[in-house]
């Protein structure tokens, strides 16, 4: 994140246009209220619609389960790759307030749009009173289209609100303060904490609402608290600290990468022995560590290095495409190093798209009933997987980590790498067991001979892959939001956030993928495909067998990544005594995931 002096001078804004241009005292908690406000509102309204929207499609729209995986996979993917464009906006050019109010009217007409799917009988097909959905009429183009709108407009108003809402509120508090430091930790906990209750009540009280309801009232109800929200977000303006765009970190990426394949041809020593000069300047004031010069892709450190006609007169450099800092080149060689181990988590996390997919299609063929008169909705078994997490992480910080401490003598019990390796291991054993009780699903119901291929079997039997999934994210995704913040450098964590999102795109575009192969090979000479739209005929539990195998490739090369990774090295500049470093752990043959 580019920091400028935000504190120094106080105004007021006077309008969208010119808000980026004012400096004011911190706004503090009363501006962060209207951030979380905004943040939490929206994610009520776009999660809230993805945690039943398989439900949706294939009841409302009447679409196969494929089509309508491949729906959600596909716009949940668009939703994580446009963070990416929305963070480089942001920061290069318009400033993240005026990237959050554009992005939180695109959310509301996105909203707005879904609610008239359901509403308006032109805009959604017939109502069918089959007992299989999928063989009524399926939506027609404008209807399909109208749909696709509304969930591109979510998908803009995601990019903008999610990569900047944090920032944005760290904005608010000034860190050359202990306060202001303070405040910052809290709003993180702060921030995390509406998010998992936000994901509870989408999960149980929205979706309740729309399976048991009505779809108008359970669209309408997220639509009516985002435009809340923007009213919300506006009415902070007075109290909030604008930080003017200073360019994308992209930028200073590109720099470095063209200044050393200029200077190519330039022939570095073995070993730094002084003969070489590097550009090495006090860093700036935005930047909170400075990193040490590493030998590790050392093709790199020619961007650096000083020749003849590099630096003007007053010392600095004469062309920015020519001549980097030693800091920015290690902030280049941080990104290199992490891509490895960003990529293998893709697959692990397309083990949990399955949660919002075929999950739900099983469940909406088993007895969902609690007592005589409740039904639990389909959509809403996901909240087991949040259950286990809130259940486990106080277990794992109390008890787990301080028992592997002993043994390890590692301050966190295990290495952020470790804790990741282990998310993979759970997303494997989950998929078996998917796939054991599937197959257990698949012979009741064959066996009971119900028409619409009811399993005289409880939902609660899709406990134990969710409980398991459960355990994954604990590990794996939290560990990843950890390992990209913490090795990447301070100022660059935007960077971070991004990679965790690109993360999520990729594996929903992967998920998309083999849905889309194994429905059209699995077939063939008179046999159904294994995702077939009558469970029954398919063989689901092939399917999650084949993610599972592509789990346990993913895990060896996650090790052979984690095995030679090294941990990122750096002064922290003005709270560290000069020349003490932060720990340098390396993970190499001798220490492998230690």
């Given at each position: 994140?580019?920091?400028?002096?935000?504190?120094?001078?106080?105004?007021?804004?006077h309008?969208?246009?010119?808000?980026?241009?004012?400096?004011?005292?911190?706004?503090?908690?009363?501006?962060?209220?209207?951030?979380?406000?905004?943040?939490?509102?929206?994610?009520?309204?776009?999660?809230?619609l993805?945690?039943?929207?398989?439900?949706?499609?294939?009841?409302?729209?009447?679409?196969?389960?494929?089509?309508?995986?491949?729906?959600?996979?596909?716009?949940?993917?668009?939703?994580?790759?446009?963070?990416?464009?929305?963070?480089?906006?942001?920061?290069?050019?318009?400033?993240?307030?005026?990237?959050?109010?554009f992005?939180?009217?695109?959310?509301?007409?996105?909203?707005?749009?879904?609610?008239?799917?359901?509403?308006?009988?032109?805009?959604?097909?017939?109502?069918?009173?089959?007992?299989?959905?999928?063989?009524?009429?399926?939506?027609?183009?404008?209807?399909?289209?109208?749909?696709?709108?509304?969930?591109?407009f979510?998908?803009?108003?995601?990019?903008?609100?999610?990569?900047?809402?944090?920032?944005?509120g760290?904005?608010?508090?000034?860190?050359?303060?202990?306060?202001?430091?303070r405040?910052?930790?809290?709003?993180?906990?702060?921030?995390?904490?509406?998010?998992?209750v936000?994901?509870?009540?989408?999960?149980?009280?929205?979706?309740?609402?729309?399976?048991?309801?009505?779809?108008?009232?359970?669209?309408?109800?997220?639509?009516?608290?985002?435009?809340?929200?923007?009213?919300?977000?506006?009415?902070?303006?007075?109290?909030?600290?604008?930080?003017?765009?200073?360019?994308?970190?992209?930028?200073?990426?590109?720099?470095?990468?063209?200044?050393?394949?200029?200077?190519?041809?330039?022939?570095?020593?073995?070993?730094?022995?002084?003969t070489?000069?590097?550009?090495?300047?006090?860093?700036?004031?935005?930047?909170?560590?400075?990193?040490?010069?590493?030998?590790?892709?050392?093709?790199?450190?020619?961007?650096?290095?000083?020749?003849?006609?590099?630096?003007?007169?007053?010392?600095?450099?004469?062309?920015?495409?020519?001549?980097?800092?030693?800091?920015?080149?290690?902030?280049?060689?941080?990104?290199?190093?992490?891509?490895?181990?960003?990529?293998?988590?893709?697959?692990?996390?397309?083990?949990?798209?399955?949660?919002?997919?075929?999950?739900?299609?099983?469940?909406?063929?088993?007895?969902?009933?609690?007592?005589?008169?409740?039904?639990?909705?389909?959509?809403?078994?996901?909240?087991?997987?949040?259950?286990?997490?809130?259940?486990?992480?106080?277990?794992?910080?109390?008890?787990l980590?301080?028992?592997?401490?002993?043994?390890?003598?590692?301050?966190?019990?295990?290495?952020?790498?470790?804790?990741?390796?282990?998310?993979?291991?759970?997303?494997?054993?989950?998929?078996?067991?998917?796939g054991l009780?599937e197959?257990?699903r698949?012979?009741?119901?064959?066996?009971?001979?119900?028409?619409?291929?009811?399993?005289?079997?409880?939902?609660?039997?899709?406990?134990?892959?969710?409980?398991?999934?459960?355990?994954?994210?604990?590990?794996?995704?939290?560990?990843?939001?950890?390992?990209?913040?913490?090795?990447?450098?301070?100022?660059?964590?935007?960077?971070?956030?991004?990679?965790?999102?690109?993360?999520?795109?990729?594996?929903?575009?992967?998920?998309?993928?083999?849905?889309?192969?194994?429905?059209?090979?699995?077939?063939?000479?008179?046999r159904?495909?294994?995702?077939?739209?009558?469970?029954?005929?398919?063989?689901?539990?092939?399917?999650?067998?084949?993610?599972?195998?592509?789990?346990?490739?993913?895990?060896?090369?996650?090790?052979?990544?984690?095995?030679?990774?090294?941990?990122?090295?750096?002064?922290?500049?003005?709270?560290?005594?000069?020349?003490?470093?932060?720990?340098?752990?390396?993970?190499?043959?001798k220490?492998?995931?230690?």
């Amino acid at each position: 994140m580019d920091v400028v002096d935000s504190h120094s001078q106080k105004s007021s804004p006077h309008s969208i246009v010119d808000a980026e241009k004012v400096e004011k005292k911190p706004g503090g908690w009363r501006a962060v209220t209207f951030i979380l406000g905004n943040e939490t509102l929206e994610r009520l309204g776009t999660i809230g619609l993805l945690s039943n929207f398989m439900v949706y499609l294939t009841r409302v729209f009447h679409l196969e389960q494929v089509d309508a995986s491949n729906v959600i996979n596909i716009w949940s993917g668009f939703s994580n790759l446009t963070p990416v464009v929305g963070a480089f906006i942001s920061d290069a050019y318009i400033g993240r307030f005026k990237t959050i109010a554009f992005a939180s009217f695109a959310t509301l007409f996105g909203l707005v749009t879904l609610t008239l799917t359901a509403s308006l009988p032109q805009l959604h097909p017939e109502t069918c009173n089959s007992n299989d959905p999928v063989s009524c009429g399926g939506p027609n183009k404008l209807q399909f289209g109208i749909l696709l709108l509304g969930l591109g407009f979510l998908s803009i108003g995601s990019g903008g609100i999610r990569p900047c809402s944090i920032p944005f509120g760290v904005d608010q508090f000034d860190q050359r303060t202990e306060e202001g430091i303070r405040g910052v930790a809290s709003f993180f906990n702060w921030y995390y904490m509406t998010f998992t209750v936000v994901l509870l009540i989408t999960q149980t009280v929205v979706v309740y609402i729309q399976d048991q309801v009505s779809w108008i009232i359970g669209f309408s109800v997220p639509t009516g608290l985002m435009a809340c929200a923007v009213a919300m977000f506006f009415a902070g303006m007075k109290l909030y600290v604008y930080v003017k765009p200073e360019g994308s970190i992209f930028s200073g990426i590109a720099q470095v990468v063209v200044a050393a394949r200029k200077k190519r041809k330039m022939k570095l020593p073995a070993e730094d022995d002084g003969t070489v000069t590097y550009y090495d300047p006090p860093v700036k004031d935005s930047v909170l560590s400075k990193l040490h010069h590493s030998n590790q892709y050392r093709f790199l450190d020619k961007a650096a290095v000083i020749i003849e006609g590099d630096l003007t007169s007053e010392g600095v450099p004469a062309n920015k495409w020519r001549l980097c800092t030693i800091q920015e080149v290690e902030e280049v060689k941080c990104l290199i190093r992490i891509v490895p181990v960003w990529s293998a988590g893709i697959i692990s996390l397309a083990a949990m798209t399955q949660q919002g997919t075929f999950t739900v299609s099983q469940a909406l063929k088993m007895d969902r009933h609690i007592g005589p008169n409740f039904e639990i909705p389909a959509g809403s078994l996901s909240v087991i997987s949040l259950l286990t997490i809130g259940v486990f992480l106080p277990l794992y910080d109390r008890v787990l980590v301080p028992f592997f401490r002993r043994i390890t003598g590692h301050k966190s019990g295990i290495t952020l790498l470790q804790r990741i390796g282990t998310g993979i291991v759970f997303a494997i054993l989950s998929m078996i067991v998917a796939g054991l009780v599937e197959r257990m699903r698949r012979l009741r119901s064959i066996n009971a001979g119900d028409p619409a291929g009811m399993t005289p079997m409880s939902v609660f039997w899709l406990s134990p892959q969710l409980i398991l999934m459960g355990l994954c994210e604990a590990f794996n995704i939290i560990g990843q939001i950890e390992f990209f913040n913490s090795q990447f450098p301070e100022h660059m964590r935007s960077i971070a956030n991004s990679l965790f999102s690109l993360s999520f795109a990729g594996s929903n575009y992967l998920s998309s993928l083999i849905v889309t192969i194994v429905h059209r090979f699995s077939g063939g000479h008179n046999r159904p495909d294994w995702l077939n739209k009558n469970l029954n005929a398919g063989k689901l539990d092939y399917f999650y067998y084949l993610i599972a195998v592509l789990g346990v490739f993913n895990l060896v090369y996650f090790w052979y990544c984690a095995r030679g990774y090294r941990y990122k090295t750096g002064l922290q500049v003005g709270d560290f005594e000069e020349g003490k470093s932060l720990s340098d752990v390396e993970m190499s043959p001798k220490n492998q995931l230690k």
